[in-house]
């Protein structure tokens, strides 16, 4: 796992900011987006970087506390918190023993609280929802184990990329092929807007002229 998540350089997850979700999503075959609830408390913020799993109990926090002491730096919590949003299991104070350890943001299929202080101290973080209540510190949870999070299966070391738009998976062994992708379609992208500038029309650019007649929309 070490030299998994050394690899990812702050070239590479610059890069993989500036695609986005959305682009990356569609270059790798229109898989691996999160959830479209799960979305950041702070759409100023972007996040890059390796996975760390962790599968908890709803309305318990306690392996959370675990993962931190697991965690190394660049990291991103993905935490497979069952979609419950009736407790907040990750605040403030969370957030901090976070940016001490180097963490690069919490991707949660869950709620999270102290949403206005975690904005403040400028953490990224992605949730499914907002609560006001506590959670307890009871119940075992895994860590770096394969987890759903947000209907996507996130395995131990795979990169996940967030945004305004949301968040998207890129499974590890498909990192290179998804970056030549990505470039590909930025370019080609740029190309459109190129063209579009030039008084051409997104039906001609598309190709959409035969679809458009079977529909009888002429």
Request: with cysteine; charged share 20%.
């Amino acid at each position: 796992m070490a030299t998994l998540r050394n690899f990812l350089s702050q070239d590479l997850l610059d890069s993989l900011c500036q695609f986005g979700s959305a682009t990356i999503h569609e270059a790798q075959g229109q898989t691996g987006a999160l959830n479209s609830a799960i979305k950041p408390i702070d759409p100023v913020l972007k996040l890059a970087g390796r996975a760390l799993t962790v599968d908890a109990r709803p309305g318990d926090n306690l392996v959370i506390h675990y993962a931190l002491s697991k965690a190394q730096p660049g990291d991103v919590l993905v935490v497979d918190a069952k979609a419950f949003v009736d407790a907040g299991p990750w605040g403030d104070i969370l957030t901090l023993a976070a940016q001490k350890a180097g963490i690069a943001g919490l991707v949660i299929d869950g709620a999270v609280r102290d949403a206005e202080a975690i904005i403040e101290m400028g953490f990224p973080v992605f949730s499914r929802g907002l609560s006001i209540k506590g959670t307890n510190k009871y119940q075992p949870g895994r860590v770096n184990v394969p987890v759903v999070c947000g209907g996507v299966l996130v395995n131990p070391g795979d990169i996940v990329v967030g945004d305004r738009d949301g968040v998207v998976a890129i499974p590890a062994d498909r990192l290179d092929a998804v970056m030549a992708a990505s470039k590909q379609r930025v370019a080609a992208e740029d190309d459109y807007r190129d063209q579009i500038n030039a008084g051409r029309s997104t039906i001609e650019l598309l190709k959409l002229s035969d679809i458009l007649a079977r529909h009888e929309m002429r």
